[in-house]
């Protein structure tokens, strides 16, 4: 089992940045591949980026290079760092892990999901 808790949302105006952090606990000694995806409101849920277990990092297409994810591995924490916020950015950003090995953006290759912090993102 693993425990995932996301932090680092809140309200940003276009253009700023927001840095997100998914701590895990529970079964880590196991090698995960981690991700964060979006859902907006009445929107499915959207793959932003994924961080494989062999350390390679894969992009949804709505980042267009504005976001960056990156991992600690001694903190076991799976960083977003969002720059150029747009108001199309805003939703429920969830982190998600799973021990496949492909499939890194698709929502159903992950077995663990946090709940989530908010992005809002103002014109």
């Known amino acids: 089992q693993v425990q995932l808790v996301e932090s680092g949302g809140g309200s940003v105006q276009a253009g700023g940045s927001l840095r997100l952090s998914c701590a895990a606990s529970?079964?880590?000694?196991?090698?995960?591949?981690m991700a964060w995806f979006r859902q907006a409101p009445g929107k499915e849920r959207e793959a932003i980026a994924a961080y494989s277990k062999f350390g390679h990092t894969y992009y949804g297409d709505s980042t267009n290079g504005r976001f960056t994810v990156s991992k600690d591995n001694v903190k076991k924490t799976l960083i977003l760092q969002m720059n150029s916020l747009k108001p199309e950015d805003t939703g429920m950003y969830y982190c998600a892990a799973t021990g496949s090995t492909r499939g890194y953006l698709i929502p159903d290759t992950y077995t663990y999901w946090g709940q989530g912090t908010q992005v809002t993102v103002s014109s």
């Open positions: 529970g079964t880590t000694n196991i090698s995960y591949s």
